[in-house]
């Protein structure tokens, strides 16, 4: 079960979740996120996580994609500051792959003798 608690702080949202972000409850919070979006496109979105006792692949997926629209991840225990952690590294290395800041190894062919 997962509790969408919305917090309107006029030019910001905070959407506190409480309990498990799995399977079904990732796309009520997806429904959420886009209804908000839609309501007010240039407003800041926190998601406060701090009441998340677990979050799915489904749930990383989302939160890596909300983070990549602007959202604002907040958690405190181990566990999600640790899943925070991997979506922003995520995050910025594939954004970088994708603006050519990364540059893999060059594969060097061996000359022939």
Partial sequence: MLRITTIDKGQMTILRLEGRLVRDWVG?????????????????????LRDV????????ALLERLFL???????DNPFLRSV????VEHSTSEHAKRQGEVRLPERRVPSSV
């Fill in 53 to 60: 006792d677990f979050v799915d692949e489904k749930g990383e």
């Fill in 69 to 75: 629209e602007g959202a604002e991840l907040h958690a």
């Fill in 28 to 48: 009520e919070l997806e429904r959420c996120w886009i209804s908000i979006k839609s309501a007010d496109p240039k407003g800041t979105l926190q998601i406060d």
């Fill in 84 to 87: 925070i952690a991997q979506i």
